[in-house]
């Protein structure tokens, strides 16, 4: 509700966040539209420990938990919204990994109208919505405050509850190999190995499975890779066809961008996405010697220093010249 | 020399190795040939230690240590064997990272009559060569016992000591993702990160960048994707051609296999080489259903249940019909 409350030490914040859970009883459990891993790994830990609590609880999402997520416990009770009974109204809300309500998309509409809300998250965008914040910035992922809640909640961090914490731990640090890999990270990670989570099995099943419609987008694209003359910019496209050839989803062509960017020798890499005959996706990744982020702005998008977006208007070909001179400009 | 010395407590092997440090004055490092990260690492965290120590020494490779580790402290000192002066014997060696002395390679021809040996390594295949061992097969890296030895001889942990150290644990555990990523293994990089070892950073200098020649051999080998019936069995080929164009080097070709093992639903994931006209090289990789050791022992070749290989004579796709096969029926 207030930014006062989000300023509470994060001690008072896992006391609130205890006395919510302890005082009330069936929940419904909710992460943000399109769950990447945290999201699913959050709604499995916290459906995980209210079960180990002795309370009733929904586990939802707006859409469908990606398959590849299966293994983590309560997958088989994450039920998208279209299969909650539409007659139901929810009174006490977790909200895990979302920034702000849109976040929850459509799931908003089944809660009933005097519903209490914790809000549990790590984005340092969260606007603090909702009855009772946990909110902590500075955590790699939402699974690490939840390990620190089970401590709180006096719940072992064991078995399945220890397997999602290092699942949402993996993804949300790429296999702890962003700049949010703490030593906290690593620590719990160590903890967690110790206590007997197999790491190595979690990292094989979310980090490197691959779809068949990605392999086969990735075989496309790496098909259109182009570099500039100097080699300093280097890009890929996928042409609507392709999708349409593929079935990939956005999922499926996630990560198609490192290809380009990680090239020895360049800077920027870019990816071109036709969204229709006349829209271009442009995503841009910099190594640090362009600000891609005043350069997708100069088309009407933004983003970070190093990862930036925008949309064009054009045919495919058109955009990717208008986008690489503006980018070869900006490297001179 | 004998296993028995090899098999004293780890605490009394650290002392050993520390003794002969402190005992000896100018040192050959070598590390084993075709050196990996954990060998490049290896031999600058030793260089490193010995320079606190005001030792003298020369670091040393039979060939020449891949470039992409060249932000390591001392790899401008780390000398191919043809940079060694040709009359030059030394008498105190430390070898890194090799399971036998065949691994030092022709550098061996450098070592004096008497010379003595300490073999620092973590190969569950060390046969204790030397005179010195301090071996630990639990150890995922030898930069890990690095890591111990550094407490033994009271050295600080810091700067591009624990740079090197983070280099090596992220390159032999594959980026924290191996079953050899132990509690102990996060632990020591807790406290790197801690220490303010940038590992982000090093993740991206060792484990994105991917080399013109990969990228493009990558490109060429997916265009040969290629899957059984039922989608079990996935491989790709490397033609002579395709090597002769691209110019990859082994390095280059380095992780191909697991573009097809990776993909949902595979079991068994083939990468077929071709090295001459008549010889094709075959690298299996199974998830688990198959034991692909025994396919390539039927082969003439061998390995591990998960990970083998083998060398057939005959056409590219005559290998690939006779091996696929084979796989075929040991799934069924």
Excluded at 140 to 159: F, H, K, Q
Excluded at 179 to 195: D, F, Q, Y
Excluded at 271 to 277: A, G, N, V, Y
């Amino acid at each position: 509700m207030t930014d006062s409350r989000r300023n509470r030490p994060y001690e008072q914040q896992l006391a609130a966040a205890r006395k919510f859970i302890e005082d009330n009883d069936r929940f419904l459990v909710v992460a943000h539209v399109n769950p990447d891993g945290d999201a699913a790994s959050s709604t499995s830990a916290v459906g995980w420990m209210l079960e180990r609590l002795g309370k009733r609880f929904v586990l939802v999402n707006e859409g469908t938990m990606p398959k590849k997520f299966d293994f983590l416990w309560g997958f088989e009770r994450m039920l998208a919204l279209d299969e909650l009974p539409s007659e139901e109204r929810y009174t006490c809300i977790i909200s895990v990994d979302c920034a702000d309500e849109a976040r929850i998309g459509q799931v908003k509409e089944r809660f009933a109208a005097d519903a209490k809300l914790l809000n549990i998250d790590h984005h340092p965008t969260n606007d603090s919505f909702g009855d009772v914040q946990l909110i902590r910035e500075d955590a790699a992922a939402t699974v690490e405050i939840l390990y620190d809640l089970a401590g709180t909640l006096r719940l072992p961090v064991e078995g399945e509850l220890a397997a999602a914490i290092y699942c949402g731990l993996l993804t949300d640090t790429g296999g702890f190999r962003y700049s949010n890999t703490t030593p906290k990270v690593m620590r719990i990670a160590a903890e967690l190995l110790a206590g007997g989570v197999e790491g190595h099995r979690l990292a094989e099943l979310v980090l490197e499975k691959i779809t068949y419609a990605h392999i086969t987008v990735l075989k496309q694209a790496l098909n259109t890779l182009s570099f500039n003359e100097d080699r300093q910019i280097s890009w890929i496209t996928v042409s609507q066809d392709d999708i349409r050839l593929t079935g990939a989803t956005s999922e499926d062509m996630d990560g198609l961008i490192l290809y380009p960017r990680n090239i020895e020798g360049v800077e920027v890499g870019l990816l071109f996405k036709q969204t229709d005959e006349q829209t271009v996706k442009v995503s841009f990744r910099s190594n640090g010697k362009a600000d891609v982020a005043a350069i997708a702005q100069r088309f009407g998008g933004g983003g970070h220093v190093r990862a930036s977006g925008c949309t064009l208007k054009g045919g495919l070909q058109e955009v990717v010249e208008r986008v690489v001179k503006e980018v070869g400009q900006s490297l001179r």
